[in-house]
């Protein structure tokens, strides 16, 4: 990815300029229709059809459908699009991404590198030679003034990472290949979000902070994904494309014997977040994909909330978490899971605490040296709903394969609940077809 040396007074300069970048942003502006509206009539004000998912209960979701035309805005970088959020506040608006917008920018919208946020006396090699086991230990995680700095100069990044969006939002890319990168888009407490015909990419920390007691080895620990829905409702995302660019964990240095890791999850549902529906995007060459639901210990937020719908996305080489579920009622049906010969694999849906998984209709295509039975991975005790899946063209009962192949970790059938909420069930051998050509940014049409 490219980047930019800018000193840290910029990063100031950034995150004040909101107010200043208003009287560019705020004024709606001409723009062309949406790539991949087939039907030419552009896919602003398109609303969540009824019955499509969870999102589609206890109401519907509009996003932004109603806003007038002086809430109607085109931005073009980091600063616009915080801008236009404030100016419209929780009134109804239209948020149309054009080009490349940039969460590590300086005031221009240029990207910058991670020195740009360093503070403190903080570089990565002090902080390498300050923590190496051998000379800190294995039994402590890191404190004193390289931590702290490491600390400050997240805060840094943080500051300028994470984006909020407001209630009555309609997000969407338009023109050729609108793309968000290194931003962490955060859907947190508010209602009626709609994110459409986005391509997401690399949402790095550039802080990773490590941890010697993770695990037996120690860990390098980091934040951010792409995009968080976080104690909200009724949120639709729908044709986007995830992944972490050019940013690959493979290619990452080890340092301390473990994988430098930059990313965390490429899209995590959270913390009594509820009704939504997940349609046609694609999630590719991850590791930590999808949480539906992030800790075993958050059932008052959680327990009854949850209730998402994932159905035709491909997941594209992802490793894990596709999803993992805790406490939700989840339906999962008429996705593409794909893991090729030579891409990391671990497992692809994660059984958690309480939940309540439907996973019906779906397709899978794996490499020869994949163990079925490593599809489903139990966390914690569960019950699940697993029917007519189809492993590389087979019918595959998903539940059996896996008790037969992992003996040590039973799991048992029924969800417990029958899902209502689908407009279409797809037949799971046409699933690879339809998903791979409809699935992903630039293939949205109009509702």
Known sequence: MPARMCHPRAIAVVLGCASLALTVSAPAQAGPAPHGDRHGKGIERSVLPAKD???????????GARATPDHVYTVRDRAELIAAF???????????????????????????????????????????????????????VPSGPLEDARAASAKLQKAAVNVEVPSHTTLIGVGANPTVIGASLQVKGVSDVIVRNLTFEDTYDCFPQWDPTDGDEGAWNSEYDNLVVHGSSHVWVDHNTFSDGDRHDADQPHYFGQVYQQHDGLFDIVRGADLVTVSWNVLRDHDKTMLIGNSDSASADDRGKLRVTLHHNLFQDVKERAPRVRFGKVDSYNNHFVATEGSPYGYTYGIGAESQLVAEHNAFTVAGGIDKATILKKWSESSLTAGDNYVNGRKTDLIAVHNAGVPAEQLTEGAGWTPRLRTRIDHPRTVPALVDRGAGAGRATGH
């Open 53 to 63: 998912g969870w999102a589609a209960a206890e109401g519907t979701t509009t996003g």
């Open 86 to 140: 404030e100016d419209a506040g929780d009134a109804p608006k239209i948020i149309r991404i054009a080009g490349t917008v940039h969460g590590n920018s300086d005031a221009d919208g240029a990207p910058i590198d991670c020195e740009a946020y360093e503070t403190d006396g903080y570089t990565l090699e002090k902080y390498l030679a300050a923590y190496d086991p051998a000379v800190w230990g294995r039994d402590e």
